[in-house]
């Protein structure tokens, strides 16, 4: 393919992009199962996205979040509903393609959203930065993967067959001088707390009709791309997404509604792009840690432990609410102020993907090692004919 035609396939777009391995199968028409992580980095508030309006408790800890989403959530089962924000989500939930995991976390037990990311994208139980989960498991797989990122990501070190690719008509140069001060304030609550105000003061002054706009269609270019580029090779199995902005300690009702509509709107590019290999797919969405229960004083949450993590897609048996609710009593809540976490994001990991790929016991192992596997049936029978 010439370079011409890359660049139109992208939407017209200048990319950046590393590519050890890329080789395009613009003809071939055998299937190919896909694994894409998305990864929500800051944080995301998991009683503010799957909501369980049936805890007694829940409007007792969040008196303003609680009725701030009063009379607009979406329903789901079990008594929990969905953020206003998630039209698709939701509606993948009831078409089966969906399925919401609560009070879930990495077994981190820190508040720095560096550490806490380090942690989730090694998959090793510990910050070891020398290879992702994602990594070893494209290396059992011999499966090429793309990270739709400027970097290679923590989660697919250790393998030599990842590609990346990023528009390089971002701001780059602002985002690394901010995330440069957040590494710096990292092991102080206070000093986070304060730039992470300043950065929303200073996207709130900045904000105009144009801005947000293209705001809104950021990733959701993204996701269209990294679909055209899974289409287009056969040899592509799996894909990482990042999503940026989840730290809400204040205002946070409001920067929730424009981010959750905005992974919204990605994922169903996503799917749109995917076409018929939705059906092949599965796209694993979590986030680092969650926030606390009780809401703060500015309208926000502050770093917390349980969080909610996603199972999407065309191949999932979706359709429920997985994962035990521990209760927001405040006994039950984790140190008494976040939620309780009763089953392991690495574990549901592993089992979606030892259920997706067959991999075997030894294989799991040496993506997460020492990580038990659950049986709960997570992928539907069209992918899996013989279960």
């Not at 694994?35 to 969040?62: C, N």
């Not at 089966?96 to 976390?105: G, N, R």
């Not at 905005?262 to 969650?290: C, P, R, S």
């Amino acid at each position: 393919m010439q370079r011409r035609e890359f660049v139109k396939l992208l939407g017209g777009s200048l990319v950046l992009m590393q590519s050890p391995q890329l080789a395009f199968a613009l003809d071939s028409k055998a299937p190919q199962k896909r694994f894409i992580w998305v990864m929500l980095r800051g944080a995301l508030d998991p009683l503010h996205t799957v909501i369980p309006e049936f805890d007694p408790d829940y409007k007792t800890l969040r008196p303003t979040l609680s009725r701030q989403l009063a009379g607009s959530t979406l329903p789901l089962s079990s008594g929990f509903s969905l953020n206003p924000n998630l039209v698709n989500l939701h509606k993948w939930y009831w078409e089966k393609e969906l399925l919401p995991i609560v009070a879930v976390s990495t077994g981190y037990q820190g508040r720095s959203h560096f550490d806490g990311q380090d942690y989730l994208e090694s998959g090793t139980g510990t910050q070891d930065v020398d290879s992702g989960w994602l990594g070893r498991l494209m290396h059992i797989q011999k499966s090429d993967s793309i990270a739709i990122s400027s970097t290679t990501p923590i989660s697919l070190r250790g393998s030599d067959r990842v590609n990346s690719w990023y528009p390089s008509n971002f701001k780059e140069a602002n985002d690394d001088i901010l995330l440069t001060l957040m590494k710096m304030y990292q092991g102080d609550e206070l000093l986070s707390t304060h730039l992470a105000s300043g950065i929303t003061l200073k996207e709130s002054a900045m904000l105009s009709a144009n801005q947000q706009r293209k705001d809104s269609r950021q990733f959701t270019e993204l996701a269209t791309a990294c679909a055209n580029l899974l289409i287009q090779n056969e040899q592509m199995g799996c894909a990482m997404l990042e999503v940026g902005g989840w730290d809400t300690h204040n205002n946070q009702h409001t920067r929730l509604k424009r981010q959750l509509s905005q992974l919204d709107a990605g994922l169903a590019a996503l799917k749109l792009g995917l076409g018929k290999q939705w059906q092949h797919t599965v796209v694993a969405i979590a986030t680092e840690f969650g926030r606390t229960a009780i809401e703060n004083g500015t309208g926000g949450t502050d770093h917390g432990s349980g969080s909610v993590m996603f199972l999407a897609g065309g191949a999932v048996n979706g359709g429920k609410i997985l994962g035990q609710w521990p209760g927001l009593s405040r006994d039950n809540l984790y140190q008494q102020r976040d939620l309780q976490p009763t089953s392991n994001t690495f574990s549901w990991l592993a089992s979606v993907l030892s259920q997706h790929w067959q991999l075997t016991a030894p294989q799991v192992s040496q993506v997460f090692a020492n990580t038990p596997v659950y049986k709960t049936k997570l992928i539907g029978a069209y992918t899996n004919p013989t279960k």
